[in-house]
């Protein structure tokens, strides 16, 4: 197993220990028995002796309604997700849709820039600052759409939205965007 920060270890505990926080029921013997893992594997996973399967951080993400759960392993256990998939942190509604707005009219202050460095199809070294710029406020925009899905299925999995009218809603939307 990698060497990793202390931060890295114990996301899982510290998820589990909120829910406690909420609810003193959820010792590490009932999450292990709602997870389907032995006491001794969840002990290992939360204090970083035992690295999680992608199946044990969906079962942990489910049982929690902590679907961040999957972003963190992708973003910090898994070589290629390391290189390509930033790490997203829970958030509540108002602070994403404001990050997500203001990522949104910064996209206004990007457009010309943007298409300055790709009309001609190269991008100049007196171009990379301006590309880097670009970049930025597409990865915040990025980020803060992917808080937003995490949100979103946070909610649906608590039951604080409705599973039926959110699909049909996203099937529709899927269709008329030609999915």
């Known amino acids: 197993m990698a060497e990793k920060s ?52 969906i079962v942990m993400a489910d049982v929690y309604l902590a679907p961040q759960l999957c972003n963190y392993y992708c973003h910090n256990s898994c070589v290629i997700g390391e290189r390509y998939v930033p790490e997203v942190t829970a958030s509540d509604l108002p602070t994403i849709i404001i990050r997500l707005l203001d990522s949104l009219y910064k996209v206004e202050d990007i457009k010309k820039p943007l298409i300055n460095i790709t009309a001609d199809g190269v991008i100049d070294d007196d171009e990379i600052t301006e590309l880097v710029n670009v970049q930025s406020t597409l990865e915040t925009l990025s980020e803060m759409t992917s808080a937003l899905n995490l949100l979103i299925e946070r909610k649906l999995l608590a039951g604080e939205i409705s599973s039926e009218l959110y699909k049909a809603a996203k099937d529709a939307a899927d269709a008329a965007r030609g999915r």
């Open 6 to 57: 202390k931060t890295k270890l114990t996301l899982y505990r510290e998820i589990r220990e909120t829910l406690k926080r909420d609810d003193p029921k959820w010792s590490r013997e009932f999450a292990a028995e709602k997870l389907g893992f032995s006491d001794d594997k969840l002990e290992r996973i939360e204090n970083g002796r035992q690295d999680p399967s992608p199946q044990d951080v």
